[in-house]
C-alpha cells in the first residue's frame, strides 16, 4: 500500500515567491495534519482536518500561510509570498479516527534564500 | 501552554544499557492516546508505540516499552538494551477526544536526542 505521498521532497526558492507543498494522504483515512519542523521550534502542528474540513488552524504562523483540502486525496500548503523564516521542512500525516497510529510523509524541506 | 513535555533535550548513554526518556503531558479529557516516534539523521517519523488511556497494561513493542502513569500523566519511553543504531532524535505525542463525534488532535514535545555510546 502506498504510504503518505508529499511533494516535493525538496524545494529552494527565492524571499517573495509563492510556495506550494502538497501531500496525497492514505486512501481512507479521516484525519490530515500539517507540521513544520525547526530546530527551535521542534514539531509544530500547523493545521488539521477531518474529512476534508479544517478542524484547527491555529498553528498557521500568519496570514501568508493557507491549506486547502479539496477532496479526500490531495492537499495543499501554500505560502505567498514566502521568507527565509520559512525555511523547514514540512510534514504532512494522515490517519483515522481514534487509530493508535499517525502515518507521516517524508516530509518537504523548503528552503528560502 | 505546552501539552506535552519533554525536559531532557539530549542523553547520552552506553550501548546494551537501558535508556528512559521522559514524557508528560497535561490533558483534561478522559479519552487520549500517547505516541512515541524515532526519527534518526535521514528525517523519516518511524513509530515506535502508543498506549490508549484506557489500557490497563503498559504497552510494548519488541525493546520499546512505554510506562505510563497516568495520576502522574506521564508516558516514558524504556529503550531495553541500547544499540548503536537507537541513536536518534526522540518524540512523544498525544492525541486529544478519541471519542466519537469529537476531532482528534495531536500534538509533539520539542523532543529528545538519544546518542549511544560504543
Known amino acids: 500500500d502506498a504510504g503518505v505521498i508529499q511533494s516535493p521532497r525538496h524545494e529552494v526558492t527565492e524571499m517573495g515567491q509563492e510556495v506550494t507543498l502538497r501531500c496525497k494522504p492514505i486512501?481512507?483515512?479521516?484525519?490530515l495534519f500539517w507540521y513544520r519542523q525547526t530546530m527551535m521550534r521542534g514539531l509544530e502542528l500547523l493545521i488539521y482536518f477531518n474529512n476534508n474540513v479544517p478542524i484547527d488552524d491555529s498553528g498557521m504562523p500568519e496570514d501568508r500561510f493557507s491549506a486547502k483540502m479539496p477532496n479526500a486525496s490531495f492537499s495543499t500548503l501554500k505560502i505567498q509570498p514566502s521568507e527565509p523564516r520559512d525555511s523547514a521542512v514540512y510534514f504532512c500525516?494522515?490517519?483515522?479516527?481514534?487509530?493508535?497510529?499517525?502515518?507521516f510523509g517524508e516530509g518537504s524541506r523548503l528552503t528560502v534564500l | 501552554a505546552q501539552k506535552i513535555t519533554q525536559t531532557q533535550p539530549g542523553m547520552f548513554v552506553q550501548e546494551k544499557e537501558a535508556v528512559t526518556l521522559d514524557c508528560t503531558y497535561d490533558t483534561s479529557d478522559q479519552s487520549y492516546g500517547l505516541f512515541w516516534y524515532k526519527q534518526p539523521s535521514s528525517g523519516e517519523m518511524i513509530f515506535l508505540i502508543y498506549?490508549?488511556?484506557?489500557?490497563?497494561q503498559n504497552a510494548t513493542e519488541g525493546r520499546y516499552s512505554l510506562n505510563f502513569q497516568k495520576a502522574r500523566k506521564s508516558a516514558n519511553l524504556v529503550i531495553s538494551a541500547s544499540q548503536l543504531g537507537d541513536s536518534a532524535m526522540y518524540f512523544c505525542a498525544m492525541r486529544e477526544a478519541l471519542s466519537m463525534n469529537r476531532d482528534d488532535k495531536i500534538i509533539f514535545g520539542k523532543g529528545t536526542r538519544l546518542h549511544i555510546l560504543p
Open positions: 486512501s481512507g483515512h479521516d484525519y
Open positions: 500525516a494522515s490517519t483515522p479516527q481514534g487509530a493508535g497510529e499517525l502515518f
Open positions: 498506549q490508549g488511556s484506557y489500557d490497563e
